[in-house]
């Protein structure tokens, strides 16, 4: 028996005043319902109606089970409602893990926007540079910008992320401007990551593509850190434009090699566990920064 169908049968049996009523609305048969509410009985071992030619009334077991019977339909319904509202509309609470610096400088201004469309969600928003696995930590998502590899995580591209490269007018009227890439091998250039070393950086002017071996005396994971060393004129950055744009507007920061851009070019994703069934706020918010950005940060 499912006793979800009994106690529905035995309030409307008694909504209705007759079995018949309660059977066209439930769209089962007659007999149907006269088993389902017989179960009841049968479990509870109890008379529920007064049976008479002309209606139904009911017992005062009847009168009590009544009580518990509307409860736990409206609670039912009320179950059934908020788990197909989840499916449906962006409700709920949402984890997301993203870049600092893309954090505070192109998120943190539309955060606003987002919650005013969706107010049923609750976002905690986690900024931090490391690369973060969300099935560890329990994010809904994580936001990278970066080349995507072969991952055990889905991934769902939002928008590029241009990179070009900056220096301090400082820096240029003392060290020169170079003029090809080859030239970045004899400047001060600064990091991102980890490795004092240097790096290998690759650029393209969109025909030919060329690869020099740079380093310098910072690194750093943090790209606004290093946009603050390249304008004290520290030495040459290779940073999305996002970053560098306030520097560059107040002059602190020109672009060279303009002609010259990293390849390839890496992309903010949305990451987030292939197995789950991505929660409708989830969706809604990536939705929403793929429409924010149109293809470009």
Not at 47 to 75: C, D, M, P, Q
Not at 174 to 187: M, R, S, T, V
Not at 211 to 217: E, H, K, L, Y
Not at 240 to 260: C, M, R, S, T, Y
């Amino acid at each position: 028996m499912d006793r979800l169908d009994a106690f529905r049968a035995f309030a409307l049996s008694w909504q209705h005043g007759s079995f018949a009523a309660a059977a066209r609305e439930m769209a089962v048969t007659r007999s149907q319902v006269s088993k389902l509410v017989a179960s009841l009985e049968e479990t509870y071992n109890v008379k529920l109606f007064n049976r008479s030619s002309r209606a139904l009334s009911l017992t005062s077991a009847g009168v009590e089970l009544h009580e518990y019977a509307r409860s736990i339909l409206a609670l039912s319904d009320e179950v059934a409602l908020a788990l197909t509202e989840r499916r449906t509309q962006a409700v709920g609470k949402l984890v997301v893990n993203a870049p600092m610096s893309f954090g505070t400088l192109m998120l943190a201004p539309r955060m606003t926007s987002f919650l005013k469309l969706h107010p049923r969600v609750e976002l905690r928003m986690d900024l931090n540079d490391r690369m973060l696995n969300p099935i560890e930590m329990g994010f809904d998502l994580s936001l990278r910008i970066a080349h995507m590899s072969d991952s055990n995580l889905a991934a769902r591209r939002i928008c590029a992320v241009k990179r070009s490269l900056y220096a301090s007018p400082d820096y240029l009227a003392q060290h020169g401007q170079p003029e090809e890439p080859a030239q970045l091998a004899q400047h001060r250039c600064l990091n991102y990551g980890h490795n004092l070393a240097g790096a290998e950086w690759q650029l393209t002017d969109g025909r030919n593509e060329k690869r020099v071996r740079v380093g310098g005396a910072l690194c750093s994971n943090n790209g606004e850190m290093l946009a603050q060393a390249a304008a004290d004129g520290l030495g040459i950055i290779m940073e999305p434009e996002f970053i560098a744009q306030k520097f560059v507007a107040q002059g602190k920061l020109v672009q060279i090699l303009k002609d010259w851009q990293e390849a390839p070019q890496i992309s903010l994703y949305a990451l987030y566990v292939p197995s789950n069934r991505l929660p409708m706020a989830a969706r809604a918010f990536i939705d929403f920064l793929v429409r924010e950005f149109n293809d470009e940060c």
